[in-house]
């Protein structure tokens, strides 16, 4: 009975030591359970993880109420959705809720680099290497970083392609825009809107010169189209900090950075976390 006991009291303890994983933060984002959107889920105070769509949700206090925040696709059903949640005594259950309906508009494109748009086996290659690359960085779960949650712009600029949109390059379509574009002039500072770790840099196929930051408990942004990067792999920066410069390299109709945030290895609006 005493050894049960123990083993119980133990376990119990290490739950209560995992729930430290429920981050404290300043803000929340904006709450949008639209596809590409996010949807703040209040979990009753006792959890120590949170998963969806089989993927880590980050879990954070902002006073006194803990949240699974949750970065729901673009291609999400309408309807209702559940997040799981393990609990401090080690049972689980669920929370739900409903993803609302949104109208993203239409953006059609020209681009005059014919393999821009239709890459020829040679590119397929270098294309799929460069995806696996970057899948492994959106899917770093560092606990060791404090995620901030509304940030500022990383370049100031013209807000030229919202997130959402329905794309078509030289009358084609091809996947709904991933991330907030801001249209400056060429050579403009980009700063790190928050704190993190740079998890990969290149000069990518689709992205040209390209970083990806990690800000903690599965917060990732994405910058690219770049001029010069200002930072490695593996380097710490701090909010403000210089990263590189706005360019038009990779495939791009004139000198811009495209923004992308990720919450649970998915693509989520960057609107949603700008702090004006």
């Known amino acids: 009975m005493r050894i049960r006991f123990f083993v119980h009291a133990l376990l119990l303890g290490l739950a209560l030591i995992n729930s430290a994983l429920a981050v404290d933060i300043d803000s929340l984002p904006i709450a949008a359970a639209v596809p590409g959107g996010v949807a703040l889920v209040p979990t009753g105070g006792d959890a120590v993880s949170a998963r969806y769509r089989n993927e880590r949700v980050l879990l954070a206090e902002h006073e006194g109420t803990q949240y699974a925040i949750v970065g729901i696709p673009l291609s999400a059903k309408l309807g209702e959705h559940e997040v799981t949640l393990r609990l401090t005594d080690g049972g689980q259950t669920r929370r739900s809720f409903t993803v609302t309906d949104k109208k993203y508009v239409e953006q059609r494109l020209t681009i005059t680099n014919e393999r821009q748009v239709n890459p020829n086996n040679e590119d397929m290659v270098r294309i799929n290497r460069e995806s696996a690359e970057m899948n492994e960085a959106f899917s770093s779960w560092d606990e060791s970083l404090q995620p901030v949650l509304r940030m500022r712009a990383p370049v100031e600029g013209v807000r030229s392609s919202s997130f959402g949109l329905r794309r078509f390059f030289n009358e084609q379509p091809r996947a709904p825009h991933s991330g907030m574009d801001i249209a400056a002039p060429e050579g403009t500072p980009i700063y790190a809107p928050a704190g993190g770790v740079v998890r990969a840099t290149g000069n990518y196929f689709f992205n040209g010169n390209t970083?990806?930051?990690?800000?903690?408990?599965?917060?990732?942004?994405?910058?690219?189209?770049?001029?010069?990067?200002?930072?490695?792999?593996?380097?710490?920066?701090?909010?403000?900090e210089q990263i590189g410069k706005v360019g038009q390299t990779g495939r791009v109709t004139g000198p811009h950075l495209h923004w992308s945030i990720n919450l649970n290895n998915t693509r989520v609006d960057p609107a949603l976390f700008i702090q004006d």
């Open 211 to 240: 970083i990806i930051l990690d800000h903690g408990h599965g917060l990732i942004t994405l910058y690219c189209h770049m001029n010069t990067i200002d930072v490695t792999p593996g380097q710490r920066v701090e909010t403000g």
